[in-house]
C-alpha cells in the first residue's frame, strides 16, 4: 500500500487515467493539498468526485473509487490556481484522513479484469463498435477524419479506449462515476457504447430540429414577402384592410380630440408617425401601437362632477361607518374648502391614515369617493420593492408597461378620483430601486402635477387626485414620504363602539353571507359582548366579524338539519358554540400588596393593565430585571432604583434594605416588552417592596420618570384607560402633561374615571401607596412627616 496522497475533489467531473484534464482550484482545501504535492519529488495526488456539489470538502461527501493523478502544471492567481492533471491508474481510497488542513487518501490500487479470451469474436466485435461509434461522436463534433484516425491509431488497448471515450462523453458525474468504477474491461466497453449512441442520437436530433427551425423561418420570410405583395396589388385594385383602417382612423381621432400639452402633443405626433411608417406586421408596430393607446385611454382631461354638499357628505360617511369622528371632521373640512372656493382649489391633499389593523382605514376611503362623489381607485403597495411599480418600465425593455400610478388613472378614467396607496408601511427596498423614493413625486402637491411615467415619457397632472394612504406603523415610513402627507391617527374601538358596530353592521352582514335572515338569529347584547370580551383581542373588529360568522355558521347548520327554526343566542349559549374562550385578558387585584403595581400598556392590538412585581431578597445590592423586558423599561427600572437610593429617608426607608438584592419581573415573561411608560409603576412597586407600604390595587398608573423625580407624558393614553376600565379598574395616576388627552374618551367612560394628573413622582407616591398623603412638598407616611427631595416643576 502507497504512502498516502492529498486528495482533490471535483465537483463536476471525473478524472479518467490517461487523460489530461485542466482544472480551476480556489477552495483552501484544495489549494492546500496541490501545495502539498507539489512538495513530492512525484507530484503525485488522488483525485476523486464528490457526491453532490457542495462547497465543503469532507470525506463523508466523496467516493472511493477515483484516480492516481500526476500534477503536470500550476499557474497561481490571486483568484486561485489552473492545474493540469494527468490520470495514471485507478485506486480505491482505503482510508481518508485530515492532515494541515487538507484530506489525505491511503489508496490501494484498482486491478481491471481483462477478458477470458481477447480474441473471442464477441469481443473483437464489441471494441470495434465502439472506436466506429467514437469516431462518428468525434466527427459530430467536428473533428478532422485525420486527427480522428491518428488518435484510434495510438490506442490499441481496450480499456484505454474506453476511458478515453469516456472522458469526452457529455454525462452526468453519477453515470461517469459509474464507468470509473467498472473495473471489467468489457463491461466497461459495452457501457460506453451504449452512451456513445444515446449522444449520437441526442446530435441527430438536435441536426433535424435545427433543420425544421430554418425551414419555418424561411417559410415565414417568403410569407411576409407575399403579404407585402399582396398589399401593393390591393392597394392597386383599391382593396385595402378596411377593418384595421377604421381602427387607426379611430385611434387617430382620440388622440387629437386629448387636450394635451404642447410637449406631450408634439412626443404623440411623433410616435403617430413611427408607427404610419413601420409595417403593421412588425414589432414595434405592435409596441408603439399599444403606447398611443395607452395615452388615448387615460383622462386627460376627464373629471368627475363632484358632490359638494357638506350635509350630505356627513350623512354618507355617517352611514357607513360608526365613530371615527376625527377622520370625518377632516374629509368635511376639506369638502367645505372645496365647496366655498367652488371647486376652484386645484390642489389635492394627502392623507395618511394610520392605525392598528381592523380599524376602517381602508373602507373608510372608499366612503370618501362615495360622499364626495368621486371614482375610488385602490391600489396595494404591501410587498411592492420594484421601483417600477410605481414609475412603470421604459418602453425599450420587452413587455414593458405603466406603472400603478398610471395604470390605476387608466382605470378611474377621471383626473380627480380618490386613490388608495394601502400598505404604504410595508414598501420593499431591492437593487431595483426604492419604491417609496418614486412616491416622493406623486405625493407632492408642488410637484405631482408634472408626474413622468417611465413608460409614458411625458409628464401627466396628478394635482386633483385626492391621495389616502394607509399605514399601521408610522416608523416604518421613510421621514421624507411622512413629511408629505397629513397624519390622521385611527384609535382603537372601545368595546362599546365593537357592540354598536356588531349590532349595526356586521351581524347583518355575517347573515347575510351565511344564508340567514334577521328573523332566524337574534343575538342579545350580552353575547356580543361575550364574544368581544372572550373570543378576539384587538383594536379593530375583523377577527369580531370572523368570530359572528362561525356563530351564524353553526346556527345555519342547525337550521338547515331541521333542529330549529329559528335561535335566539344569549351569553350563555355562546361557549357551546364557539368552545372555551380563547382571550384572558388581566383582570384587577382584590386587595393592595406589597411591591405589586398596576401599570398599564398599549399594543396594535389595544390596551391593556400589567402587574409589575418586585421583592427584596438576600443579595449583595443589586437590581435584577426579568420579564423579556426591553432597553428602554430596564433603563425606567434603573431609574427608579437610582431615585428610591437617592431620596430613602424621605421615603422612610432604611439604608441596611439597599444591601440586599431586589428582583424586579413583569409576568407574561413570553412577550416582550419595552417603552418608559411604565416609570411610575415601576417605582411604586420597589418602594413599596424596600418600605413594607402596600401599592394602591385600585389605581393603575402610567408615566415615564426622571432621575429627579419628574413624570413626563407618554403615548397611547386613551387605549391605556380603555384598557384599565375592561380590567375592573376606574381610579388612575398620569402624567399633567396627558391631561388633554382624555378628551379622547368617549363620555360615559370619563364620567366614570377618578383621575389624578401629577407633575412629580412625589405626587404620584402619595397616591398610589396606601397611608401616604403629600403636604407642602413633603411626604406624610401615617403618622411620619418626611421631606422629598424638591423637584423642578
Given at each position: 500500500?502507497?504512502?498516502?496522497?492529498?486528495?482533490?475533489?471535483?465537483?463536476?467531473?471525473?478524472?479518467?487515467?490517461?487523460?489530461?484534464?485542466?482544472?480551476?482550484?480556489?477552495?483552501?482545501?484544495?489549494?492546500?493539498?496541490?501545495?502539498?504535492?507539489?512538495?513530492?519529488?512525484?507530484?503525485?495526488?488522488?483525485?476523486?468526485?464528490?457526491?453532490?456539489?457542495?462547497?465543503?470538502?469532507?470525506?463523508?461527501?466523496?467516493?472511493?473509487?477515483?484516480?492516481?493523478?500526476?500534477?503536470?502544471?500550476?499557474?497561481?492567481?490571486?483568484?486561485?490556481?489552473?492545474?493540469?492533471?494527468?490520470?495514471?491508474?485507478?485506486?480505491?481510497?482505503?482510508?481518508?484522513?485530515?492532515?494541515?488542513?487538507?484530506?489525505?487518501?491511503?489508496?490501494?490500487?484498482?486491478?481491471?479484469?481483462?477478458?477470458?479470451?481477447?480474441?473471442?469474436?464477441?469481443?473483437?466485435?464489441?471494441?470495434?463498435?465502439?472506436?466506429?461509434?467514437?469516431?462518428?461522436?468525434?466527427?459530430?463534433?467536428?473533428?478532422?477524419?485525420?486527427?480522428?484516425?491518428?488518435?484510434?491509431?495510438?490506442?490499441?488497448?481496450?480499456?484505454?479506449?474506453?476511458?478515453?471515450?469516456?472522458?469526452?462523453?457529455?454525462?452526468?458525474?453519477?453515470?461517469?462515476?459509474?464507468?470509473?468504477?467498472?473495473?471489467?474491461?468489457?463491461?466497461?466497453?459495452?457501457?460506453?457504447?451504449?452512451?456513445?449512441?444515446?449522444?449520437?442520437?441526442?446530435?441527430?436530433?438536435?441536426?433535424?430540429?435545427?433543420?425544421?427551425?430554418?425551414?419555418?423561418?424561411?417559410?415565414?420570410?417568403?410569407?411576409?414577402?407575399?403579404?407585402?405583395?399582396?398589399?401593393?396589388?390591393?392597394?392597386?385594385?383599391?382593396?385595402?384592410?378596411?377593418?384595421?383602417?377604421?381602427?387607426?382612423?379611430?385611434?387617430?381621432?382620440?388622440?387629437?380630440?386629448?387636450?394635451?400639452?404642447?410637449?406631450?402633443?408634439?412626443?404623440?405626433?411623433?410616435?403617430?408617425?413611427?408607427?404610419?411608417?413601420?409595417?403593421?406586421?412588425?414589432?414595434?408596430?405592435?409596441?408603439?401601437?399599444?403606447?398611443?393607446?395607452?395615452?388615448?385611454?387615460?383622462?386627460?382631461?376627464?373629471?368627475?362632477?363632484?358632490?359638494?354638499?357638506?350635509?350630505?357628505?356627513?350623512?354618507?360617511?355617517?352611514?357607513?361607518?360608526?365613530?371615527?369622528?376625527?377622520?370625518?371632521?377632516?374629509?368635511?373640512?376639506?369638502?367645505?374648502?372645496?365647496?366655498?372656493?367652488?371647486?376652484?382649489?386645484?390642489?389635492?391633499?394627502?392623507?395618511?391614515?394610520?392605525?392598528?389593523?381592523?380599524?376602517?382605514?381602508?373602507?373608510?376611503?372608499?366612503?370618501?369617493?362615495?360622499?364626495?362623489?368621486?371614482?375610488?381607485?385602490?391600489?396595494?403597495?404591501?410587498?411592492?420593492?420594484?421601483?417600477?411599480?410605481?414609475?412603470?418600465?421604459?418602453?425599450?425593455?420587452?413587455?414593458?408597461?405603466?406603472?400603478?400610478?398610471?395604470?390605476?388613472?387608466?382605470?378611474?378614467?377621471?383626473?380627480?378620483?380618490?386613490?388608495?396607496?394601502?400598505?404604504?408601511?410595508?414598501?420593499?427596498?431591492?437593487?431595483?430601486?426604492?419604491?417609496?423614493?418614486?412616491?416622493?413625486?406623486?405625493?407632492?402637491?408642488?410637484?405631482?402635477?408634472?408626474?413622468?411615467?417611465?413608460?409614458?415619457?411625458?409628464?401627466?397632472?396628478?394635482?386633483?387626485?385626492?391621495?389616502?394612504?394607509?399605514?399601521?406603523?408610522?416608523?416604518?415610513?421613510?421621514g421624507p414620504l411622512l413629511d408629505r402627507m397629513e397624519v390622521v391617527d385611527f384609535a382603537g374601538y372601545t368595546e362599546r363602539e365593537k357592540l354598536a358596530i356588531a349590532k349595526d353592521y356586521l351581524v347583518g352582514r355575517q347573515l347575510a353571507d351565511n344564508g340567514l335572515v334577521p328573523a332566524q338569529l337574534t343575538l342579545t347584547d350580552d353575547a356580543i359582548r361575550e364574544v368581544i370580551t372572550g373570543y378576539t383581542r384587538e383594536a379593530g373588529v375583523r377577527q369580531l366579524e370572523r368570530e359572528l360568522g362561525r356563530l351564524a355558521r353553526k346556527v345555519t347548520r342547525?337550521?338547515?338539519?331541521?333542529?330549529?327554526?329559528?335561535?335566539?343566542?344569549?351569553?350563555?349559549?355562546?361557549?357551546?358554540?364557539?368552545?372555551?374562550?380563547?382571550?384572558?385578558?388581566?383582570?384587577?387585584?382584590?386587595?393592595?400588596?406589597?411591591?405589586?403595581?398596576?401599570?398599564?400598556?398599549?399594543?396594535?392590538?389595544?390596551?391593556?393593565?400589567?402587574?409589575?412585581?418586585?421583592?427584596?431578597?438576600?443579595?449583595?445590592?443589586?437590581?435584577?430585571?426579568?420579564?423579556?423586558?426591553?432597553?428602554?423599561?430596564?433603563?425606567?427600572?434603573?431609574?427608579?432604583?437610582?431615585?428610591?437610593?437617592?431620596?430613602?429617608?424621605?421615603?422612610?426607608?432604611?439604608?441596611?434594605?439597599?444591601?440586599?438584592?431586589?428582583?424586579?419581573?413583569?409576568?407574561?415573561?413570553?412577550?416582550?416588552?419595552?417603552?418608559?411608560?411604565?416609570?411610575?409603576?415601576?417605582?411604586?412597586?420597589?418602594?413599596?417592596?424596600?418600605?413594607?407600604?402596600?401599592?394602591?390595587?385600585?389605581?393603575?398608573?402610567?408615566?415615564?420618570?426622571?432621575?429627579?423625580?419628574?413624570?413626563?407624558?407618554?403615548?397611547?393614553?386613551?387605549?391605556?384607560?380603555?384598557?384599565?376600565?375592561?380590567?375592573?379598574?376606574?381610579?388612575?395616576?398620569?402624567?399633567?402633561?396627558?391631561?388633554?388627552?382624555?378628551?379622547?374618551?368617549?363620555?360615559?367612560?370619563?364620567?366614570?374615571?377618578?383621575?389624578?394628573?401629577?407633575?412629580?413622582?412625589?405626587?404620584?407616591?402619595?397616591?398610589?401607596?396606601?397611608?401616604?398623603?403629600?403636604?407642602?412638598?413633603?411626604?406624610?407616611?401615617?403618622?411620619?412627616?418626611?421631606?422629598?427631595?424638591?423637584?423642578?416643576?
Amino acid at each position: 500500500m502507497s504512502k498516502p496522497l492529498p486528495i482533490i475533489a471535483m465537483r463536476t467531473g471525473v478524472l479518467f487515467p490517461g487523460m489530461s484534464l485542466p482544472i480551476s482550484a480556489g477552495r483552501p482545501r484544495t489549494l492546500r493539498a496541490i501545495e502539498a504535492a507539489l512538495r513530492e519529488p512525484e507530484h503525485q495526488v488522488f483525485v476523486v468526485a464528490q457526491r453532490d456539489d457542495g462547497e465543503e470538502i469532507e470525506a463523508s461527501n466523496l467516493y472511493t473509487i477515483g484516480t492516481v493523478a500526476t500534477v503536470a502544471s500550476v499557474q497561481r492567481g490571486l483568484d486561485g490556481a489552473r492545474l493540469v492533471l494527468e490520470g495514471q491508474r485507478r485506486g480505491i481510497a482505503v482510508r481518508v484522513t485530515s492532515q494541515d488542513g487538507y484530506l489525505v487518501a491511503t489508496v490501494a490500487p484498482a486491478t481491471e479484469h481483462p477478458p477470458l479470451d481477447a480474441k473471442d469474436p464477441t469481443f473483437v466485435g464489441l471494441h470495434r463498435e465502439v472506436r466506429a461509434r467514437a469516431a462518428d461522436l468525434a466527427r459530430k463534433r467536428g473533428l478532422p477524419d485525420a486527427a480522428i484516425e491518428e488518435m484510434l491509431q495510438q490506442i490499441p488497448d481496450p480499456g484505454q479506449l474506453a476511458d478515453l471515450v469516456a472522458g469526452y462523453l457529455d454525462v452526468p458525474v453519477a453515470e461517469r462515476q459509474e464507468l470509473l468504477e467498472t473495473f471489467a474491461i468489457e463491461d466497461r466497453l459495452r457501457r460506453v457504447v451504449i452512451l456513445v449512441q444515446r449522444q449520437l442520437d441526442v446530435l441527430a436530433a438536435q441536426e433535424d430540429i435545427q433543420s425544421r427551425v430554418k425551414q419555418e423561418l424561411g417559410g415565414r420570410q417568403r410569407e411576409a414577402y407575399l403579404r407585402e405583395q399582396l398589399k401593393a396589388i390591393q392597394k392597386e385594385l383599391g382593396e385595402g384592410d378596411d377593418g384595421a383602417d377604421d381602427a387607426l382612423k379611430d385611434l387617430k381621432a382620440k388622440l387629437d380630440a386629448l387636450p394635451l400639452e404642447d410637449a406631450t402633443r408634439k412626443e404623440v405626433n411623433r410616435e403617430w408617425s413611427r408607427l404610419t411608417r413601420i409595417g403593421r406586421e412588425s414589432m414595434e408596430s405592435q409596441v408603439i401601437r399599444t403606447y398611443l393607446e395607452t395615452i388615448a385611454e387615460l383622462p386627460w382631461g376627464t373629471r368627475t362632477e363632484e358632490l359638494l354638499d357638506v350635509a350630505q357628505a356627513a350623512r354618507i360617511l355617517d352611514e357607513d361607518h360608526h365613530g371615527l369622528g376625527d377622520v370625518k371632521d377632516r374629509v368635511l373640512e376639506f369638502l367645505a374648502v372645496h365647496q366655498l372656493s367652488k371647486g376652484k382649489e386645484k390642489k389635492g391633499r394627502i392623507l395618511l391614515f394610520s392605525g392598528p389593523p381592523g380599524v376602517g382605514k381602508t373602507s373608510i376611503a372608499k366612503s370618501i369617493a362615495r360622499a364626495m362623489g368621486r371614482k375610488y381607485v385602490r391600489i396595494a403597495l404591501g410587498g411592492a420593492r420594484d421601483e417600477a411599480d410605481i414609475r412603470g418600465h421604459r418602453r425599450t425593455y420587452i413587455g414593458a408597461l405603466p406603472g400603478r400610478i398610471i395604470h390605476g388613472m387608466k382605470q378611474a378614467g377621471s383626473r380627480n378620483p380618490v386613490f388608495l396607496l394601502d400598505e404604504i408601511d410595508k414598501l420593499g427596498v431591492s437593487h431595483q430601486g426604492d419604491p417609496a423614493a418614486a412616491l416622493l413625486e406623486v405625493l407632492d402637491p408642488a410637484q405631482n402635477d408634472t408626474f413622468t411615467d417611465h413608460y409614458l415619457g411625458v409628464p401627466f397632472d396628478l394635482s386633483e387626485v385626492m391621495f389616502i394612504a394607509t399605514a399601521n406603523f408610522l416608523q416604518d415610513i421613510p421621514g421624507p414620504l411622512l413629511d408629505r402627507m397629513e397624519v390622521v391617527d385611527f384609535a382603537g374601538y372601545t368595546e362599546r363602539e365593537k357592540l354598536a358596530i356588531a349590532k349595526d353592521y356586521l351581524v347583518g352582514r355575517q347573515l347575510a353571507d351565511n344564508g340567514l335572515v334577521p328573523a332566524q338569529l337574534t343575538l342579545t347584547d350580552d353575547a356580543i359582548r361575550e364574544v368581544i370580551t372572550g373570543y378576539t383581542r384587538e383594536a379593530g373588529v375583523r377577527q369580531l366579524e370572523r368570530e359572528l360568522g362561525r356563530l351564524a355558521r353553526k346556527v345555519t347548520r342547525r337550521i338547515a338539519a331541521g333542529e330549529v327554526e329559528q335561535v335566539t343566542l344569549g351569553r350563555d349559549d355562546v361557549r357551546p358554540l364557539l368552545g372555551r374562550p380563547r382571550v384572558h385578558p388581566e383582570k384587577a387585584n382584590r386587595e393592595d400588596r406589597v411591591g405589586t403595581a398596576t401599570g398599564m400598556y398599549y399594543t396594535p392590538a389595544g390596551g391593556d393593565i400589567m402587574f409589575i412585581e418586585a421583592s427584596p431578597m438576600r443579595g449583595k445590592g443589586e437590581l435584577i430585571l426579568t420579564g423579556q423586558l426591553g432597553d428602554v423599561m430596564r433603563e425606567s427600572a434603573r431609574a427608579a432604583w437610582t431615585y428610591a437610593r437617592a431620596n430613602a429617608a424621605a421615603l422612610s426607608i432604611d439604608d441596611h434594605v439597599f444591601e440586599r438584592d431586589v428582583h424586579i419581573h413583569v409576568p407574561a415573561g413570553a412577550i416582550p416588552k419595552d417603552g418608559p411608560s411604565a416609570g411610575i409603576a415601576m417605582a411604586t412597586a420597589i418602594v413599596s417592596a424596600l418600605s413594607g407600604r402596600p401599592a394602591r390595587h385600585d389605581i393603575a398608573m402610567t408615566g415615564e420618570i426622571t432621575l429627579s423625580g419628574r413624570v413626563l407624558p407618554i403615548g397611547g393614553l386613551k387605549e391605556k384607560v380603555l384598557g384599565a376600565v375592561r380590567a375592573g379598574i376606574e381610579r388612575f395616576v398620569i402624567p399633567r402633561a396627558n391631561q388633554p388627552d382624555l378628551d379622547d374618551l368617549p363620555a360615559d367612560v370619563r364620567e366614570r374615571l377618578i383621575v389624578s394628573p401629577v407633575d412629580t413622582l412625589g405626587e404620584a407616591l402619595a397616591i398610589t401607596l396606601r397611608d401616604t398623603t403629600l403636604q407642602d412638598g413633603r411626604l406624610l407616611f401615617g403618622d411620619r412627616r418626611a421631606e422629598v427631595t424638591p423637584l423642578a416643576h
